[in-house]
Protein backbone atom coordinates (compact mmCIF):
# COMPACT_ATOMS: atom_id res chain seq x y z
CA UNK A 1 0.00 0.00 0.00
CA UNK A 2 1.25 3.28 -0.74
CA UNK A 3 1.50 6.11 2.16
CA UNK A 4 -1.91 7.91 0.98
CA UNK A 5 -3.72 4.56 0.99
CA UNK A 6 -2.11 4.00 4.14
CA UNK A 7 -3.27 6.74 5.59
CA UNK A 8 -6.62 6.87 4.90
CA UNK A 9 -7.42 3.20 5.86
CA UNK A 10 -5.80 4.57 9.33
CA UNK A 11 -7.90 8.00 9.28
CA UNK A 12 -11.15 5.33 8.74
CA UNK A 13 -9.98 3.11 11.28
CA UNK A 14 -9.88 6.64 13.84
CA UNK A 15 -13.05 7.31 12.40
CA UNK A 16 -14.20 4.22 13.62
CA UNK A 17 -13.20 3.51 16.80
CA UNK A 18 -13.49 7.81 18.21
CA UNK A 19 -16.42 8.57 16.17
CA UNK A 20 -19.19 8.53 18.86
CA UNK A 21 -17.57 8.20 22.18
CA UNK A 22 -15.47 10.83 24.14
CA UNK A 23 -12.45 7.73 24.04
CA UNK A 24 -9.23 10.06 24.47
CA UNK A 25 -11.04 13.33 25.09
CA UNK A 26 -12.43 12.56 27.93
CA UNK A 27 -8.85 11.90 29.38
CA UNK A 28 -5.72 13.61 30.85
CA UNK A 29 -4.65 13.09 27.36
CA UNK A 30 -6.37 15.79 26.37
CA UNK A 31 -3.61 18.09 25.99
CA UNK A 32 -5.77 20.87 24.68
CA UNK A 33 -8.31 20.86 27.43
CA UNK A 34 -7.56 22.56 30.96
CA UNK A 35 -10.85 20.71 32.37
CA UNK A 36 -9.92 17.10 31.02
CA UNK A 37 -6.22 17.64 31.72
CA UNK A 38 -5.53 20.37 34.27
CA UNK A 39 -2.56 19.45 35.02
CA UNK A 40 -0.62 19.41 31.58
CA UNK A 41 -2.35 20.93 29.01
CA UNK A 42 -1.52 23.64 26.25
CA UNK A 43 -3.31 27.11 25.81
CA UNK A 44 -4.21 28.03 22.07
CA UNK A 45 -4.58 24.36 21.04
CA UNK A 46 -7.90 23.02 20.02
CA UNK A 47 -7.05 19.57 18.66
CA UNK A 48 -7.00 15.86 20.45
CA UNK A 49 -5.03 13.41 18.28
CA UNK A 50 -2.47 15.63 17.17
CA UNK A 51 0.21 15.21 20.37
CA UNK A 52 0.59 11.77 19.35
CA UNK A 53 -0.45 11.50 15.16
CA UNK A 54 -0.63 13.25 12.16
CA UNK A 55 -2.20 11.90 8.98
CA UNK A 56 0.36 13.34 6.72
CA UNK A 57 4.15 13.64 7.26
CA UNK A 58 4.27 11.79 10.54
CA UNK A 59 7.60 9.96 11.95
CA UNK A 60 7.05 6.48 9.48
CA UNK A 61 10.38 4.94 11.62
CA UNK A 62 7.89 4.40 14.23
CA UNK A 63 4.52 3.53 12.23
CA UNK A 64 0.97 4.00 13.50
CA UNK A 65 1.10 7.71 12.10
CA UNK A 66 3.26 8.90 15.37
CA UNK A 67 3.25 12.65 15.31
CA UNK A 68 5.52 13.07 18.60
CA UNK A 69 9.35 13.83 18.24
CA UNK A 70 10.98 10.42 19.78
CA UNK A 71 14.17 10.57 22.05
CA UNK A 72 16.78 9.30 19.48
CA UNK A 73 19.59 9.20 21.68
CA UNK A 74 17.51 6.83 24.05
CA UNK A 75 19.71 6.73 26.98
CA UNK A 76 17.67 4.42 28.92
CA UNK A 77 18.90 2.20 32.20
CA UNK A 78 17.35 -0.57 31.45
CA UNK A 79 15.65 -3.30 34.45
CA UNK A 80 18.14 -5.97 35.53
CA UNK A 81 17.65 -9.26 37.64
CA UNK A 82 19.31 -12.75 38.71
CA UNK A 83 15.97 -14.34 38.04
CA UNK A 84 15.21 -13.26 34.73
CA UNK A 85 14.98 -16.01 31.80
CA UNK A 86 13.77 -14.17 28.92
CA UNK A 87 15.95 -12.11 26.94
CA UNK A 88 15.52 -8.18 27.14
CA UNK A 89 16.92 -5.70 24.35
CA UNK A 90 19.44 -2.92 25.04
CA UNK A 91 16.72 -0.43 24.69
CA UNK A 92 12.82 -0.24 24.66
CA UNK A 93 10.75 -0.97 21.43
CA UNK A 94 8.73 1.71 19.41
CA UNK A 95 6.31 0.35 22.14
CA UNK A 96 7.48 2.26 24.83
CA UNK A 97 9.25 4.43 23.10
CA UNK A 98 6.46 6.16 21.97
CA UNK A 99 5.34 6.33 25.36
CA UNK A 100 8.78 7.12 26.80
CA UNK A 101 8.94 10.64 24.01
CA UNK A 102 6.60 12.36 26.86
CA UNK A 103 6.97 10.10 29.94
CA UNK A 104 10.82 10.57 30.18
CA UNK A 105 10.34 14.39 30.59
CA UNK A 106 13.07 14.63 28.09
CA UNK A 107 11.02 16.03 25.30
CA UNK A 108 8.28 18.83 25.39
CA UNK A 109 4.96 17.46 25.13
CA UNK A 110 4.03 19.76 22.04
CA UNK A 111 7.25 18.90 20.13
CA UNK A 112 5.56 17.71 16.84
CA UNK A 113 7.11 16.35 13.64
CA UNK A 114 4.11 18.33 11.82
CA UNK A 115 1.50 21.12 13.32
CA UNK A 116 -1.80 21.52 12.55
CA UNK A 117 -1.46 23.50 8.78
CA UNK A 118 0.67 23.69 6.67
CA UNK A 119 3.90 25.05 9.65
CA UNK A 120 5.60 21.56 9.90
CA UNK A 121 7.89 20.70 12.45
CA UNK A 122 7.76 22.70 15.76
CA UNK A 123 5.95 23.78 19.50
CA UNK A 124 2.09 23.45 19.75
CA UNK A 125 0.79 26.02 22.11
CA UNK A 126 2.14 27.32 25.41
CA UNK A 127 2.14 25.69 28.49
CA UNK A 128 0.03 25.21 31.41
CA UNK A 129 -0.35 23.09 34.57
CA UNK A 130 1.62 22.16 37.18
CA UNK A 131 3.16 19.07 35.60
CA UNK A 132 4.99 20.74 33.00
CA UNK A 133 7.66 22.55 33.33
CA UNK A 134 8.22 26.07 31.32
CA UNK A 135 9.27 24.38 28.08
CA UNK A 136 6.15 21.59 28.16
CA UNK A 137 8.43 18.84 29.47
CA UNK A 138 6.54 16.53 32.24
CA UNK A 139 8.21 17.92 35.31
CA UNK A 140 10.58 14.85 37.57
CA UNK A 141 8.12 15.73 40.48
CA UNK A 142 4.79 14.58 38.52
CA UNK A 143 3.19 11.67 39.47
CA UNK A 144 3.17 10.71 35.22
CA UNK A 145 6.94 10.96 35.30
CA UNK A 146 9.06 7.77 34.46
CA UNK A 147 12.19 9.20 33.55
CA UNK A 148 14.98 7.43 31.81
CA UNK A 149 16.35 5.03 34.14
CA UNK A 150 13.66 2.37 34.09
CA UNK A 151 15.57 -0.02 36.69
CA UNK A 152 13.06 0.71 39.30
CA UNK A 153 9.72 -0.11 36.82
CA UNK A 154 8.29 -3.06 35.55
CA UNK A 155 10.65 -4.37 32.44
CA UNK A 156 9.76 -3.17 28.73
CA UNK A 157 11.87 -4.45 25.85
CA UNK A 158 11.40 -8.36 26.66
CA UNK A 159 10.75 -11.22 24.03
CA UNK A 160 8.25 -13.14 25.78
CA UNK A 161 9.19 -16.91 25.66
CA UNK A 162 7.20 -18.92 28.04
CA UNK A 163 9.49 -21.80 26.96
CA UNK A 164 12.06 -20.77 29.09
CA UNK A 165 10.02 -20.05 32.21
CA UNK A 166 7.16 -21.89 34.00
CA UNK A 167 5.98 -19.84 35.68
CA UNK A 168 4.60 -17.99 32.44
CA UNK A 169 1.10 -18.32 30.33
CA UNK A 170 2.42 -20.14 27.41
CA UNK A 171 2.13 -18.16 24.23
CA UNK A 172 -0.63 -18.96 21.63
CA UNK A 173 0.69 -17.63 18.31
CA UNK A 174 -3.12 -16.38 18.21
CA UNK A 175 -3.16 -12.57 18.17
CA UNK A 176 -6.29 -12.55 19.80
CA UNK A 177 -5.36 -14.82 22.34
CA UNK A 178 -3.87 -14.02 25.67
CA UNK A 179 -0.70 -13.43 26.26
CA UNK A 180 -0.25 -12.45 22.94
CA UNK A 181 -2.80 -10.01 21.99
CA UNK A 182 -0.64 -8.26 25.43
CA UNK A 183 1.98 -8.33 23.27
CA UNK A 184 3.54 -5.28 21.03
CA UNK A 185 3.90 -6.91 17.33
CA UNK A 186 2.88 -9.99 19.23
CA UNK A 187 6.52 -10.71 21.05
CA UNK A 188 7.15 -8.11 23.17
CA UNK A 189 6.11 -6.81 26.72
CA UNK A 190 6.07 -3.13 26.45
CA UNK A 191 3.91 0.00 27.97
CA UNK A 192 1.59 -0.76 25.72
CA UNK A 193 0.79 -4.27 26.90
CA UNK A 194 -0.67 -2.85 29.87
CA UNK A 195 -1.53 0.74 28.84
CA UNK A 196 -4.19 1.91 25.93
CA UNK A 197 -3.17 5.76 26.09
CA UNK A 198 -6.82 6.18 24.55
CA UNK A 199 -8.92 5.16 27.34
CA UNK A 200 -8.68 5.83 30.87
CA UNK A 201 -11.44 3.37 31.86
CA UNK A 202 -9.58 1.23 34.48
CA UNK A 203 -7.85 4.03 35.45
CA UNK A 204 -3.79 4.50 34.60
CA UNK A 205 -4.65 3.92 31.29
CA UNK A 206 -4.82 0.36 31.55
CA UNK A 207 -5.80 -2.28 28.88
CA UNK A 208 -7.83 -3.66 31.49
CA UNK A 209 -8.76 -4.30 35.05
CA UNK A 210 -6.18 -5.06 37.07
CA UNK A 211 -8.31 -6.08 40.18
CA UNK A 212 -7.57 -9.02 42.07
CA UNK A 213 -4.26 -8.93 39.73
CA UNK A 214 -6.07 -9.82 36.97
CA UNK A 215 -3.68 -7.81 34.29
CA UNK A 216 -0.88 -9.46 35.96
CA UNK A 217 -1.72 -12.93 35.91
CA UNK A 218 -2.54 -12.60 31.93
CA UNK A 219 1.41 -13.54 31.27
CA UNK A 220 2.03 -14.94 35.11
CA UNK A 221 0.96 -17.85 36.47
CA UNK A 222 1.51 -16.85 39.95
C1 LIG B 1 -1.15 10.61 24.24
C2 LIG B 1 -0.93 10.04 22.95
C3 LIG B 1 -2.10 9.69 22.08
C4 LIG B 1 -3.18 10.46 21.75
C5 LIG B 1 -3.52 11.86 22.24
C6 LIG B 1 -3.92 9.71 20.75
N1 LIG B 1 -3.30 8.51 20.52
FE1 LIG B 1 -3.84 7.10 19.15
N2 LIG B 1 -2.24 5.92 19.67
C7 LIG B 1 -1.33 6.26 20.65
C8 LIG B 1 -0.40 5.16 20.81
C9 LIG B 1 0.74 5.11 21.81
C10 LIG B 1 -0.80 4.15 19.90
C11 LIG B 1 -0.19 2.76 19.73
C12 LIG B 1 -0.96 1.84 20.62
C13 LIG B 1 -0.49 0.40 20.61
O1 LIG B 1 0.39 0.03 19.83
O2 LIG B 1 -1.05 -0.38 21.42
C14 LIG B 1 -1.95 4.67 19.17
C15 LIG B 1 -2.62 4.00 18.16
C16 LIG B 1 -3.71 4.51 17.47
C17 LIG B 1 -4.39 3.83 16.40
C18 LIG B 1 -4.04 2.45 15.81
C19 LIG B 1 -4.22 1.33 16.78
C20 LIG B 1 -5.53 1.32 17.53
O3 LIG B 1 -5.52 1.43 18.77
O4 LIG B 1 -6.61 1.25 16.90
C21 LIG B 1 -5.41 4.65 15.99
C22 LIG B 1 -6.41 4.38 14.89
C23 LIG B 1 -5.37 5.84 16.84
N3 LIG B 1 -4.32 5.72 17.72
C24 LIG B 1 -6.25 6.91 16.74
C25 LIG B 1 -6.26 8.04 17.56
C26 LIG B 1 -7.20 9.15 17.43
C27 LIG B 1 -8.30 9.26 16.39
C28 LIG B 1 -6.87 10.06 18.40
C29 LIG B 1 -7.59 11.35 18.75
C30 LIG B 1 -9.04 11.28 18.99
C31 LIG B 1 -5.73 9.51 19.12
N4 LIG B 1 -5.40 8.30 18.59
C32 LIG B 1 -5.09 10.16 20.16
C33 LIG B 1 -1.28 7.43 21.37
C34 LIG B 1 -2.18 8.46 21.31
C1 LIG C 1 2.31 13.49 23.94
C2 LIG C 1 2.83 13.13 25.25
C3 LIG C 1 2.41 11.82 25.87
C4 LIG C 1 2.42 10.56 25.29
C5 LIG C 1 2.86 10.20 23.89
C6 LIG C 1 1.96 9.67 26.29
N1 LIG C 1 1.67 10.34 27.45
FE1 LIG C 1 0.84 9.57 29.13
N2 LIG C 1 0.64 11.42 29.93
C7 LIG C 1 1.20 12.56 29.40
C8 LIG C 1 0.89 13.66 30.27
C9 LIG C 1 1.38 15.10 30.08
C10 LIG C 1 0.07 13.17 31.31
C11 LIG C 1 -0.68 13.93 32.39
C12 LIG C 1 0.15 14.21 33.59
C13 LIG C 1 -0.68 14.88 34.68
O1 LIG C 1 -1.86 15.19 34.47
O2 LIG C 1 -0.12 15.07 35.75
C14 LIG C 1 -0.05 11.73 31.06
C15 LIG C 1 -0.74 10.86 31.90
C16 LIG C 1 -0.55 9.49 31.85
C17 LIG C 1 -0.98 8.56 32.85
C18 LIG C 1 -1.81 8.90 34.09
C19 LIG C 1 -0.93 9.26 35.23
C20 LIG C 1 -1.74 9.84 36.34
O3 LIG C 1 -1.14 10.57 37.14
O4 LIG C 1 -2.95 9.63 36.42
C21 LIG C 1 -0.56 7.31 32.45
C22 LIG C 1 -0.75 6.01 33.18
C23 LIG C 1 0.11 7.47 31.18
N3 LIG C 1 0.08 8.80 30.84
C24 LIG C 1 0.70 6.45 30.46
C25 LIG C 1 1.11 6.57 29.13
C26 LIG C 1 1.52 5.46 28.30
C27 LIG C 1 1.66 4.05 28.77
C28 LIG C 1 1.78 5.97 27.05
C29 LIG C 1 2.13 5.20 25.79
C30 LIG C 1 1.20 4.14 25.41
C31 LIG C 1 1.60 7.40 27.13
N4 LIG C 1 1.18 7.71 28.40
C32 LIG C 1 1.83 8.29 26.11
C33 LIG C 1 1.89 12.64 28.21
C34 LIG C 1 1.96 11.65 27.25
C1 LIG D 1 3.34 -5.13 33.18
C2 LIG D 1 2.41 -4.06 33.11
C3 LIG D 1 2.92 -2.67 32.92
C4 LIG D 1 3.90 -2.23 32.06
C5 LIG D 1 4.74 -3.04 31.09
C6 LIG D 1 3.97 -0.80 32.23
N1 LIG D 1 3.06 -0.38 33.17
FE1 LIG D 1 2.68 1.52 33.74
N2 LIG D 1 1.41 0.87 35.18
C7 LIG D 1 0.97 -0.44 35.30
C8 LIG D 1 0.03 -0.52 36.40
C9 LIG D 1 -0.67 -1.78 36.87
C10 LIG D 1 -0.10 0.78 36.92
C11 LIG D 1 -0.95 1.23 38.11
C12 LIG D 1 -0.08 1.18 39.32
C13 LIG D 1 -0.81 1.56 40.55
O1 LIG D 1 -2.04 1.67 40.58
O2 LIG D 1 -0.10 1.74 41.56
C14 LIG D 1 0.78 1.63 36.12
C15 LIG D 1 0.95 3.00 36.32
C16 LIG D 1 1.63 3.84 35.45
C17 LIG D 1 1.69 5.29 35.54
C18 LIG D 1 1.01 6.14 36.60
C19 LIG D 1 1.95 6.62 37.65
C20 LIG D 1 2.49 5.52 38.50
O3 LIG D 1 3.73 5.35 38.49
O4 LIG D 1 1.71 4.82 39.19
C21 LIG D 1 2.44 5.72 34.49
C22 LIG D 1 2.78 7.16 34.15
C23 LIG D 1 2.85 4.56 33.73
N3 LIG D 1 2.36 3.43 34.35
C24 LIG D 1 3.62 4.61 32.59
C25 LIG D 1 4.21 3.50 31.99
C26 LIG D 1 5.21 3.56 30.95
C27 LIG D 1 5.73 4.82 30.31
C28 LIG D 1 5.57 2.27 30.66
C29 LIG D 1 6.63 1.78 29.71
C30 LIG D 1 8.00 2.27 29.97
C31 LIG D 1 4.78 1.41 31.53
N4 LIG D 1 3.98 2.19 32.32
C32 LIG D 1 4.82 0.01 31.52
C33 LIG D 1 1.38 -1.52 34.54
C34 LIG D 1 2.39 -1.50 33.62
C1 LIG E 1 2.27 -8.94 28.89
C2 LIG E 1 2.79 -9.88 29.85
C3 LIG E 1 3.01 -9.43 31.27
C4 LIG E 1 2.13 -8.78 32.09
C5 LIG E 1 0.69 -8.38 31.79
C6 LIG E 1 2.81 -8.60 33.34
N1 LIG E 1 4.08 -9.09 33.26
FE1 LIG E 1 5.49 -9.05 34.72
N2 LIG E 1 6.86 -9.80 33.45
C7 LIG E 1 6.59 -10.27 32.19
C8 LIG E 1 7.80 -10.81 31.62
C9 LIG E 1 7.92 -11.47 30.25
C10 LIG E 1 8.83 -10.63 32.58
C11 LIG E 1 10.29 -11.07 32.47
C12 LIG E 1 10.37 -12.53 32.89
C13 LIG E 1 11.70 -13.19 32.74
O1 LIG E 1 12.56 -12.76 31.96
O2 LIG E 1 11.89 -14.22 33.41
C14 LIG E 1 8.19 -9.99 33.73
C15 LIG E 1 8.85 -9.66 34.89
C16 LIG E 1 8.22 -9.28 36.05
C17 LIG E 1 8.87 -9.15 37.32
C18 LIG E 1 10.37 -9.28 37.58
C19 LIG E 1 10.76 -10.70 37.75
C20 LIG E 1 12.25 -10.83 38.00
O3 LIG E 1 12.70 -11.98 37.82
O4 LIG E 1 12.94 -9.87 38.35
C21 LIG E 1 7.90 -8.85 38.23
C22 LIG E 1 8.07 -8.65 39.74
C23 LIG E 1 6.66 -8.73 37.51
N3 LIG E 1 6.88 -9.02 36.18
C24 LIG E 1 5.45 -8.40 38.06
C25 LIG E 1 4.29 -8.13 37.34
C26 LIG E 1 3.09 -7.56 37.90
C27 LIG E 1 2.90 -7.19 39.35
C28 LIG E 1 2.20 -7.43 36.89
C29 LIG E 1 0.80 -6.84 36.91
C30 LIG E 1 0.73 -5.41 37.24
C31 LIG E 1 2.85 -7.93 35.69
N4 LIG E 1 4.11 -8.33 36.02
C32 LIG E 1 2.26 -8.00 34.45
C33 LIG E 1 5.39 -10.24 31.54
C34 LIG E 1 4.25 -9.62 32.02
Redesign the pocket.
Known amino acids: MGRRWTALVILALMTAAFGAEGGVSQTKHNFSSPTQSPNAFFWGTRQVCVFCHAVHNADPTVGQLWNHETNQAQPYTMYTSPTMDMTMAST ?1 HNG ?1 LI ?2 SC ?2 GTIAINSLSNLPGPEGAGNYGTPGGGALDGSGRLSSTS ?4 GTD ?1 SN ?4 GITYDSSKDPDFVPKTGNSAAYPDKLLYQGMY ?7 NPHDDTY ?4 VES ?1 DGSA ?2 QR ?1 HQK
Open positions: PSCLHDDAYVLDHPVVECTSCHSNFLNLCC
